[in-house]
């Protein structure tokens, strides 16, 4: 089964920063690309990030490009976020997501709250 | 950037009723994907490839559609399938797009 439980939310103050973990199980870690996906309180999805099965290539959104930054270790089955920069619009649920071979995110972890506020 | 919109924002039907929730994109696209959120819940892949049915969708479920007009369609809804809705494509920037999601209630 696959399984992704995501850690390291919280409340933090503007221009502060946070590092998102995603442990990952029920699959091989070092194959597929990873993403992480947000959503602001009563809003919609929004892609933040992206990387490649062995980290060699990662896209960011252009509202996060500069700030936030994803990396993995696939030898602890894990996905990164680390933010740095944040603002109050960056506010959200951060989902950890992974990619499917058909162009779309077939497994969800719960998400992990940040709150950007002072 | 390919933006989607989905119509209605609300869709409000009772149980057993047919449910058709429509995505658009700006520009034509290959595929489209569609997820399932409930409540305080991660959303959940229901459709991928336009199509296609993902691992546990049930067949009341079906995806539609081509070049910029798609649609999900509930056959008869049952009162689990009371969610939000998103439409999602793949490619360009960004990489991911969703759309801004169609909520189905009673």
């Known amino acids: 089964e696959v399984r992704l439980v995501e850690s390291g939310g919280g409340l933090v103050q503007p221009g502060g920063s946070l590092r998102l973990s995603c442990a990952a199980s029920g699959f091989t870690f070092s194959g597929p690309w990873m993403s992480w996906v947000r959503q602001a309180p009563g809003k919609g999805l929004e892609w933040v990030a992206n990387i490649k099965g062995d980290g060699s290539r990662t896209y960011h959104v252009d509202s996060v490009r500069g700030r936030f930054t994803v990396s993995r270790d696939d030898a602890k089955s894990s996905l990164y976020l680390q933010m740095t920069g944040l603002e109050a619009e960056d506010t959200a649920v951060y989902y950890c997501a992974k990619v499917g071979t058909s162009e779309n995110l077939d497994y969800w972890g719960q998400g992990t709250l940040v709150t950007v506020s002072s | 950037e390919i933006v989607l919109t989905q119509s209605p924002g609300t869709l409000s039907l009772s149980p057993g009723e047919r449910a058709t929730l429509s995505c658009r994109a700006s520009?034509?696209?290959?595929?489209l994907t569609w997820y399932q959120q409930k409540p305080g819940q991660a959303p959940r892949l229901l459709i991928y490839r336009t199509s296609n049915r993902a691992t546990g969708t049930p067949d009341r479920f079906s995806g539609s559609g081509s070049g910029t007009d798609f649609t999900l369609t509930i056959s008869r809804l049952e009162p689990e399938d009371y969610a939000v809705y998103y439409c999602?494509?793949?490619?360009?920037?960004?990489?991911?797009?969703f759309g801004p999601g169609t909520k189905v209630d009673f």
């Open positions: 999602q494509r793949y490619g360009g920037s960004p990489l991911f797009t």
């Open positions: 520009q034509s696209v290959g595929y």
